[in-house]
């Protein structure tokens, strides 16, 4: 069973449209999160949610919305799709904030034509 | 500015011999410290962890030590065996976890037969 699984793992697009990623954790596991990993393989952290609620919000440009329909689900809407938002798209969770592992899924890679 | 940094990009080790990855910080706030592997195409597999109120943690092959003093922590894989090629992430959080986690930009661990 996997753990973390996002949907889908490619997505290829034209600049100006607007994409989701989906998120999904069956772990039971409270806090999720979104991180990119830039074409220097830095991953950095965009948002986190806890309890349905956003609790960190990195400068991350507002056309990046997280969406949590449930605890289990933490979607990720981008508007206006620019070249600079080509990445890798990773999402994880874990027990709680602070000292526990996060448990990533396999990423989504997106490219802007 | 990196606060998590991994400055060897690459590292070949025999099979058999140990695996010595280092990881440095500048955030004196940070209190938890993991390590990652990751695969080509696939999310980061978390591997061991560690509190900043010890200086060593051990899980099978793998022993993680911290060095509080020197804000240096290192990943020792005995012996190394070839599924351990991979790409390895040091990753730090502060208290509450918030900030989600900093990463290294990793090493590239190669085990040679």
């Known amino acids: 069973d996997t753990a973390v699984s996002q949907t889908p793992k490619y997505l290829v697009t034209q600049m100006g449209n607007d994409k989701s990623i989906k998120c999904e954790q069956n772990?039971?596991?409270?806090?999720m999160y979104w991180y990119k990993q830039d074409s220097k393989k830095f991953l950095k952290i965009m948002f986190s949610y806890n309890n349905k609620e956003l609790i960190i919000n990195e400068t991350v440009p507002n056309r990046f919305s997280p969406k949590s329909p449930d605890k289990a689900h933490l979607n990720l809407h981008i508007n206006s799709l620019e070249l600079g938002d080509s990445a890798v798209y990773f999402c994880a969770s874990s027990h709680a904030t602070g000292a526990q592992p996060q448990h990533f899924g396999d990423g989504t890679r997106l490219s802007i034509l | 500015d990196q606060q998590v940094k991994q400055n060897s990009p690459s590292l070949s080790v025999q099979e058999g011999r140990i695996s010595i990855l280092n990881c440095d910080y500048t955030n004196s706030m940070f209190d938890y410290f993991l390590w990652y592997k990751k695969y080509p195409a696939e999310g980061p597999t978390f591997l061991i962890s560690?509190?900043?109120?010890?200086d060593k943690n051990e899980d099978g092959r793998f022993t993680v030590f911290l060095n509080k003093s020197a804000k240096h922590l290192s990943l020792h894989i005995v012996p190394s065996q070839p599924g351990d090629s991979a790409v390895y992430f040091c990753a730090a959080s502060a208290p509450g976890g918030a900030d989600g986690l900093t990463f290294g930009k990793g090493t590239h661990l190669i085990i040679q037969p």
């Open positions: 560690i509190s900043s109120i010890k």
């Open positions: 772990l039971g596991h409270d806090t």
